[in-house]
């Protein structure tokens, strides 16, 4: 029986994605059931696994370490998320007005986030430096603001604010970028229109560039959320004390009392709530 144009066409198209779907197949689907394969097991450095069932689940629910770096993760989260978008949204509006250089100034506004991660990391650890760095000198011997130097990325206390502080610097620019894009599609007409019915610059903010921008920064927010919960190396790099979860999981698998079955079980459970996320950005922000 001949097919109909219909059938041809869609067996046309499965062809077409189908080296597509075998590279996400390879890349991503078969890493993430290798990974829930191993978090069932007791994985030896010989390469023997010993079947464990939960018990690597019932350490994870038990291990206040691990408790202690979700904790540091949320942390990290809601302050490097919500502070880049607020900055980026500052820097949108300002940016959106016209002023002399307004587009060198621009430009410069990008390079935190083109610049190569480890040379700016370098950068962040020479001016927090404890004994040469100009923040303890300015603070120090300048201001006079505290009494001696302190290693600000090296004491836990203080090293999880210097990571979420480096990490809105270097990636509020996209967010700036985004939503400056969207500030310039505004028709005019509302602005002239809020202020006809009396609206001050506050009103014609709140009820006229607020819901323009609901869809640009509910991805941004949803986005960021997904993109900082797996951040590896900004965080490594500056700050290896801070243990957000990924940095808990590189710890358990690859450095001291090596345990790939329990560092599994966490990546399991960090997926799932990545999975959580993307759900509830298709629903809410894409509302697909």
Known sequence: MEPTPEQRESRLGWRLIAPCLGVIGLLIIYPILYNLYLSFFDVKLTGDKIYVGLA???RLLNDTAYYGSALATFIYLVGTVFGSTLIGL???????????????????ILLPYVAPVISVVFGWQFIFDPVNGIYNHVVVEVLGIAAERRNLIGEPSTAL???IIFDIWKHFPISYLLIVSKLQSINKDQYEAAAIDGYGPIGRFIHVTLPELYFVLGTLIILRFIW?????????LLAPNVETLPIFTYYAAFTGIIDQGFAASVSVVQFMLLSLLIYFYIKKVLKW
């Open 161 to 163: 604010l210097v990571v």
């Open 90 to 108: 500052m820097v949108a509006l300002l940016m959106n007005l016209e002023f002399p250089l307004r587009n060198l100034v621009r430009t410069l």
């Open 228 to 236: 900082n919960l797996n951040k590896f190396e900004d965080v490594f």
């Open 56 to 58: 690597n689940y019932e």
